[in-house]
C-alpha cells in the first residue's frame, strides 16, 4: 500500500520532470513496477535508455527524515565507471524553502547522469517550511547532508561531487568545512551567496524592509536568551524584502530561531566567507551576471577568499545573461558544470 504522503511525492516528481520520465520508487514509498515514458531517452550504443527518477528516503543521524531524488542513468554510469575506474555520483543541495523538486536546479540532473554522473537530489530540514515550524536550524542540516552521502557510500559511489545551489550553496560550503570527507572530488556551488547574514542584511536596507534588519536582531536576541527559546519562539514575515512592495513575492518568512541561525548577524555557519577557506577540494563557483538576489561579484569575491587561504584549484565561471536561476541559460550553465565534472572526478 502506497501512502497519502508517497502518492503526493509521486505526482509532484511527474508535474515536475513532465510526462516522460521514469519514476522508481524505493522503499518506505515502494511500487511494484516502473511508470515508464520517454522525455529522458537516449540513445547508447544502439539502445534507448531512460534516466531513471528512484525516490529514496534518507535519515539523519538525529533520526530526522527527508526525501532525496536520485537520478540515473545506469549505462552511462557504468561506462564512466569503465573509462576512470571510478563511481562518482553528485549530491546536489536545494534553496531556500525548497525540496529535491523545488528551489532547485531541476535542468542540471538529467544532463549529468546522461554524462554517467548520477545525481542525488537531497531534501534537508530547511526545506519545504522546516524554517517556519521550527525544524530549520542551519547547522543542524549538516545531518541530512551527511545522510546524503552515506546513503551514496552505502549503494557504492565511491567518489563524491558535493552540489550546492543558493542557500544550499552555502550549507554545501559549512558542511565540507567541517567535515573529514576523504572522498569528495570537488565542490559546484551555483549562485552561493558571500553569506547568507550579510545577503538579508543588504536585501533588507535596499528595499526597506519592515521590520528593518536591527530590529529583528533586537527581538530574536530577547527569545534566544530567554529562558526557554523554543516555547517564545515565534512566526514572523519581513515585508519589502525582497522587493519594493508588501505582497508575498517581496516577502520572507521564518521563525526568530530559524532567523537567528541562518540570516542573524551571529550565524557564522552560515557565512560562506568565513567557511570556505577550510576548503581543500577543487572548486567551481558558477554565477549569474544578471542575478539579483545574489551580487555578481560574490562568486569571485569567494573565490578570493579560498585561494588566500591555500587552494590553488578554485575556478569562477561566469555565465552572461544569467539571473539567480540561470532562466534561459541552463544549456551552458550546464555545459560549465558537465566540463569541470569531467576534470574533476
Request: net charge neutral.
Given at each position: ?7 503526493q511525492k509521486l505526482q509532484q516528481a511527474a508535474l515536475a520532470m513532465g510526462p516522460a520520465t521514469t519514476l522508481a520508487m524505493h522503499p518506505p514509498c515502494a511500487l511494484s513496477a516502473l511508470l515508464r515514458a520517454d522525455t ?306
Amino acid at each position: 500500500m502506497i501512502g497519502a504522503r508517497c502518492v503526493q511525492k509521486l505526482q509532484q516528481a511527474a508535474l515536475a520532470m513532465g510526462p516522460a520520465t521514469t519514476l522508481a520508487m524505493h522503499p518506505p514509498c515502494a511500487l511494484s513496477a516502473l511508470l515508464r515514458a520517454d522525455t529522458h531517452v537516449r540513445t547508447f550504443e544502439g539502445a534507448r535508455m531512460p534516466v531513471e527518477y528512484r525516490l529514496v528516503t534518507l535519515t539523519a543521524a538525529d533520526n530526522h527524515e527527508h526525501d532525496a531524488l536520485l537520478v540515473i542513468d545506469e549505462r552511462a554510469a557504468r561506462r564512466r565507471e569503465r573509462m576512470t575506474g571510478r563511481r562518482t555520483a553528485a549530491m546536489h543541495v536545494h534553496g531556500i524553502m525548497g525540496n529535491f523538486l523545488v528551489g532547485t536546479l531541476r535542468f542540471l540532473a538529467a544532463p549529468l547522469a546522461r554524462e554517467g554522473f548520477p545525481v542525488l537530489v537531497v531534501e534537508t530540514r530547511m526545506g519545504n517550511i522546516g524554517q517556519l515550524v521550527g525544524p530549520g536550524i542551519f547547522d543542524l542540516a549538516r545531518q541530512d547532508l551527511a545522510a546524503g552521502a552515506n546513503w551514496l557510500r552505502e549503494h557504492d559511489w565511491d567518489h563524491l561531487i558535493s552540489m550546492g545551489y543558493s542557500s544550499g550553496a552555502a550549507l554545501a560550503v559549512r558542511w565540507a568545512a567541517t567535515t573529514k570527507i576523504p572522498w569528495l572530488r570537488g565542490m559546484a556551488l551555483l549562485g552561493a551567496p558571500w553569506g547568507l547574514p550579510e545577503s538579508m542584511e543588504a536585501r533588507a536596507a535596499r528595499w526597506g524592509a519592515t521590520p528593518s534588519y536591527d530590529e529583528l536582531y533586537a527581538t530574536a536576541s530577547a527569545i534566544v536568551a530567554s529562558p526557554d527559546p523554543t516555547a517564545a519562539d515565534r512566526l514572523f514575515v519581513i515585508e519589502h524584502s525582497r522587493g519594493p512592495g508588501t505582497q508575498p513575492a517581496h516577502s520572507e518568512v521564518y521563525t526568530y530561531l530559524t532567523w537567528w541561525h541562518s540570516r542573524g548577524p551571529e550565524a557564522t555557519p552560515a557565512k560562506t566567507h568565513l567557511q570556505i577557506g577550510n576548503i581543500t577540494h577543487p572548486l567551481l563557483l558558477v554565477q549569474g551576471t544578471d542575478d539579483q538576489v545574489v551580487a555578481p561579484h560574490e562568486a569571485n569575491d569567494l573565490a578570493v577568499v579560498a585561494r588566500a587561504a591555500g587552494n590553488e584549484q578554485v575556478d569562477v565561471a561566469v555565465i552572461d545573461g544569467a539571473d539567480h536561476f540561470f532562466t534561459g541559460r541552463e544549456f551552458v550553465t550546464t555545459e560549465t558544470v558537465i566540463r569541470w565534472i569531467r576534470k574533476h572526478a
